[in-house]
């Protein structure tokens, strides 16, 4: 099965009206996943999503303070789930639709 | 076989201690963790916790009835949403979770603890499927080679080591324990602690290879 992990990009915008306002990733280029540097923050580790081989995708989630470990599980049990279409939402701050109660929203870095 | 996903915690837990002290708050400084923690909702959130030395000449809120030594007041403390200074409610504004501190400097012993990870580099969750290789490091450690969290593959290929200690020529033990969980897909879901320093959790309560602590390297191309 083919899962592909959608994120809608930053609470305050509209999800489809100006490039990156979402992404949607194969689950397969997840690397890892971890803190990042404050409570209230945990980032998302891809391999770049244009394949250049040479860059990383970063998801950085904002989430309630002190709840990294739980926002790391509930991913974790998000992207273990086989839903028919493989479709798996876990930040869509743009319609309030999250695998885990303590997000909040979503950024995108492309480095 | 679907991808594992295994957690490393690879910080110790921050501390800070407040021995002989005069107030009835406590201010977290960089040396509990750099950066401080942030958010009101921290501490109720079970990101640490706030301990005190028994002392007669304190007050305790009625949950602490009868409780000696150490004692965990967290439940009385509060934390500012950016300075971390911590405000603990005294016995007679919060009689059941409050604590009232002695007016003797010298009585006054607290701890604030951390439980939680929250820090850059305090703990990753690697993708099974980017577990590369496995590898003796020594005697007591051995390494796991993941894809690097970078993306840099091919000829500019990054990789991030985690080396994991363990009980003596117990490598193969840690190897097999660790493939069983990667490959079962009936019993395993979802995230898999191997090993977190902060919370002294390990892969299995047996821990039949002693694992004792984890640590990680990232090696740039």
Same mark, same amino acid.
């Given at each position: 099965?083919?899962k592909?992990?959608y ?7 509209d ?7 979402a ?5 397969d280029?997840f ?8 409570t209230? @923050? @945990?980032a998302?580790?891809?391999?770049d999503r244009?394949? @250049? ?9 904002t ?10 599980e ?11 279409d ?17 997000? @909040? ?7 | 076989m679907?991808d ?10 921050g ?8 107030a009835?708050?406590?201010?977290? +400084?960089?040396?509990?963790?750099? #950066?401080i923690?942030v958010?009101?909702?921290y ?7 706030? +301990? ?6 304190? +007050?305790?809120?009625t ?11 967290t439940?009385g403390?509060t ?10 409610? +005294? ?5 059941v ?8 400097g010298?009585e006054?012993?607290?701890? &604030?603890?951390?439980l939680? #990870? ?14 590369t290789? &496995?590898?003796v490091?020594g005697?007591t ?6 894809q690097g969290?970078?993306g840099?593959?091919?000829a ?11 009980g003596?020529?117990k490598n193969k033990?840690?190897i097999?324990?660790?493939t069983? &969980?990667?490959?079962d897909?009936?019993k395993?879901?979802?995230m898999v &602690?191997?090993?977190?320093?902060m919370?002294?959790?390990n892969l299995s ?7 004792a ?9």
């Open positions: 099965m083919i592909t992990l994120f809608s990009i930053n609470s305050l915008n999800a489809s009206d100006a490039a990156d306002d992404l949607l990733i194969n689950a280029r690397i890892a996943m971890g803190p990042a540097g404050t209230q @923050t @945990t998302m580790y891809f391999l244009a394949n @250049t081989g040479a860059a990383e995708t970063i998801i950085t989630l989430h309630d303070a002190g709840r990294s470990i739980e926002v790391m509930d991913v974790c049990e998000a992207m273990s789930g086989e839903p028919k493989g479709f798996i939402v876990i930040a869509d701050p743009s319609s309030g639709d999250f695998c885990s109660p303590y997000i @909040t929203d979503a950024a995108l870095t492309q480095l | 679907r594992k996903y295994l957690y490393f915690g690879l910080n110790a837990a501390t800070e201690a407040f021995d002989d002290h005069t009835q708050t406590v201010q977290l +400084t960089t040396g509990f963790v750099n #950066p923690p958010g009101t909702d501490l109720a959130n079970g990101g640490a916790k706030v +301990t005190v030395t028994y002392n007669a000449n304190h +007050t305790y809120g949950a602490y009835a009868g409780m000696t030594g150490e004692i965990d007041i439940a403390c934390i500012h949403a950016t300075s971390a200074l911590i405000t603990i409610a +005294t016995a007679a504004a919060d009689p979770y409050g604590w009232t501190k002695s007016s003797t010298s006054n012993d607290l701890d &604030v603890t951390q939680k #990870p929250y820090d850059t580099g305090d703990g990753y969750v690697y993708n099974s499927k980017y577990l290789g &496995v590898s490091a005697a450690t051995t390494a796991l080679h993941f969290k970078t840099d593959v091919g500019t290929h990054d990789l991030d080591t985690i080396t994991v200690t363990h003596s020529a033990e840690f097999q324990e660790l069983d &969980v990667i490959a897909d009936n395993v879901s979802g &602690v191997v090993r977190d320093d919370r002294d959790l309560a047996q821990n039949a290879s002693v694992i602590s984890v640590a990680q390297t990232a090696t740039a191309s």
